[in-house]
């Protein structure tokens, strides 16, 4: 089966924001066109994490927009989500595609090169690297990769490279001329008054380029 890795990634976050919940990112970032939904949260209980993650997943199915839960496997496995993306110091990638199966998306971080191949080796179906600007959204994010990795990697690496970190509608187009093969949003979405209106601008920019 072809898997629908998406080119606008909506990572929603109730952290650098509290305007809006989980849900309403999700519907709101599917109607601006967002064609995959990543469910990001670092706190709170397990069984609190399954609850939430379970009513994304219905928004998400009745959208056909995959819902890939950001770094917790167990999540990801108790609601049937489409994937997860994993962390280099999160649950090794080899080892949750034997947990998941062949159907489902696994995605790997990498800040650089020496780790997007880690990804490939393991089994992932898409690479995020970044930050590929400075961001404020990511407490744990390393040092600016910028653009000219990102023209490495999509070089070197033949899998999908989903650029994140610091990314605006502005930058969106050099981008994808450097090898992108789509973006991955947090806080230009998330913290926008309107993350309908903001994806929509950001899903513009991608549609314009193809």
């Known amino acids: 089966m072809i898997k629908k890795i998406g080119k606008l990634h909506l990572l929603t976050d109730i952290v650098v924001q509290s305007r809006f919940s989980h849900l309403e990112l999700t519907g709101q970032g599917i109607q601006g066109g967002a064609d ?18 379970q009513l994304m997943q219905k928004i998400c199915r009745a959208a056909g927009v995959p819902l890939i839960v950001n770094d917790r ?21 080899d080892l949750a595609r034997r947990l998941l199966g062949t159907d489902k998306i696994i995605g790997g971080s ?16 898409y690479i995020g690297l970044g930050p590929i600007y400075t961001t404020s959204s990511k407490d744990d994010a390393g040092p600016v990769c910028g ?22 509608a502005e930058n969106i187009d050099e981008l994808l001329a450097a ?8 806080s230009a979405i998330c913290c ?16 314009n380029r193809e």
């Open 36 to 53: 995959v939904i990543q469910f990001r949260q670092k706190t709170g209980s397990t069984r609190e994490l399954i609850d939430t993650a």
């Open 73 to 93: 496997l167990d999540v990801a496995l108790a609601i049937d989500a489409d994937g997860v993306h994993l962390g280099q110091d999160d649950f090794p990638i």
């Open 110 to 125: 990498a800040s650089n090169l020496e780790e997007a191949r880690k990804c490939r080796q393991q089994g992932a179906d």
């Open 147 to 168: 653009l000219e990795l990102l023209k490495q990697v999509a070089e070197q690496i033949p899998l999908p490279i989903i650029a994140i970190g610091g990314i605006q």
């Open 179 to 186: 090898g992108a093969y789509g973006v991955a949003i947090i």
């Open 192 to 207: 926008r008054p309107d993350p309908e209106a903001a994806t929509r601008a950001m899903r513009a920019k991608i549609v």
